[in-house]
């Protein structure tokens, strides 16, 4: 037990304040709800992942989307794009288990995960998409590298194709099934943010991979879904209201800034010169790509900031109770 | 699926799933109202339980050195000083301030929390491995020995209650033969039990046996709501400031919690969500949505193809 964090450290870090400062109390003012606290405490508690997590949304969402940009390329005959898509959602499929293992507390104990299948809990059936969906793709691209066993690569790729989509948007339903309030009140749209945000990413990076030639359709994938996401960021923004804040504010606004900026340069990078220039397509690639990670980092931090004040957990609740009539 | 959002009033399966094994489901009623603050259900549980120490350090929160519920801590007593009277006929004790020329009001809230065993349990509903079970008491406990440290309970809890364990890796540890594979802390969550080595053994939870004044009332559920409902009333006649029962109600968002209480203001003073909710409440709907947008991934990516190869 030697070489532990002060208890100080931890509090502070939980309750967002510097250590050492004592702690404010009394009532907060917001939109005209008076709320007390207990010495301005969380109630919820702050997710206790990593950073592995969001890089996992990341990966995870090019190789869904990646698997039916390579099943689509590969039944209108698109082979070049086929192939590259199917690289890149392999690779991708590679590195997802590895960091969702690195973030386990017990890492050895992850086949865990596979005890059971259980549909109350995102996180199980997730496990099963990923196992399924990642040990198809990932044997497709094997099989296609060594040039063999055709029939059975067929098979692969078909699963990966069909398991693709559940596995890009999961993830979504994953962290809105908490007690969370930016991410559970947010459980219209959060499958399908980052089912937007895979198409991007998937598609910004076949587009990034593939020639100018055969990189048609995943270029136009990764415009489609960079549009969607941005509108739809917005509209969850708008429709959070109060308790979508934090996406203006701290670590998640500043990712969600740095969303907005990069893929809206690398789509219109993408747009203006994609067709003509591999640079182009590299460069505008690249930026939306980054444009996604941030996207992901910004929706994993505005979990921590909205756990961490409690007039997010309380004044919603408080109004769902007026609305309820009093009524708990 | 869908049982979890009905007020069943009773945890899914159970106790059906334990047969002959099957046992009332067994509660606590924390009555706040009688709380002295002495936290020996604090020590008496971290004794029992052999949780580790979890600092010694003063927050100037009143009385409270603990601050919250957590892997370490699975009861913890808050302290609320209030500038109001504890009987509606103004009776109380008073504080002389210099910022106010007259005596002002004073009560001290003590309330000892604790996890809520809950009826719908977001942790239980979201563990991905069964590491959390529903025992033959009703009561909700972490199988050590199957915890991978997952953390999605965490979040998942509207109370805070669950946490993970952080002991990190001591200098003098032997060096991990697969950094990737090996055990870097403790890594797994923990919480109250409702001491269910002491309930198999036929007694009653640690705080509850220690606690003086029978603030910490254990028993079967049933018999504790209908003990609350009579307290509730008799503290209405004699006139005192605010109390109500929380978390007493089958129909609540969790279904009614395990361990209820009595408290004496709203449950945000006491760092308590007013209008808590299982997150699986809405996952039905949540899974609707979820096929549907992975749906129009699918079409949306085909849909790119339309226009040529280039």
Redesign the interface.
Known sequence: MTDRRPIEEAQARRNGRPAGTTSWRGSITERGTQMDSYYGRSIVKEPVWKPEIPAYFFTGGIAGASSVLHGVARLTGNDRLAKSALYVGAAADIVSPALLVSDLGRPERFLNMLRMFKVTSPMSVGSWILFVSGGASSTAAALELLGVLKPVKWAAELVSFLSGPPLATYTGALIANTAIPVWSEARDELPWLFGASAAASAGAAAAVVTPLGSAGPARRAALAGVALELGLMQAMERRLGFVGEVYKHGAAGRFNKITKACTIAGSALLAAGGKRSRAAAVAGGALILAGELSLRWSVFKAGFQSARDPRYTVIPQKQRIARKGGRR | ?TS?AEPTGKPAAWPDTYGAEAKPRMGFFTDTTICIGCKACEVACKEWNLL??????W???SY?NT??L?ANTWRHV?F?EQRKPLKLSGETATVETEAAAEPEPLRWLMESDVCKHCTHA?CL???????LFRTEFGTVVVQED???????C???????????R???R???DAPLALP??????????WKCTLCYDRLKGGHEPACAKSCPTDSIQFGELDELRERAEKRLAKLEAEGWNGPRLYGH?PD?GVGGFGAFFLLL??P??????????V??K??P???R??????????V??????V????
């Open positions: 699926m979890l580790p120490e979890d600092g010694l350090v927050t100037g929160e409270d601050s919250e957590n808050t609320v977001g509903d979201v563990c991905p491995t069964g590491a199957v915890c991978n440290g997952c953390g999605y965490v979040p998942a809890c509207p109370f805070g209650v669950i946490d993970k952080d002991l990190p001591s200098p003098g990737l594979l090996g055990r870097k802390e403790d890594g797994r969550v109600d609540d203001d709203e945000e003073v006491y760092g308590l969500p007013p209008d808590p909710v997150p699986t809405h996952l709907r949540l899974w949505s979820t096929a549907l947008a992975a749906t129009a991934m699918f949306g990516i085909a849909a790119a193809f226009g040529g190869r280039e």
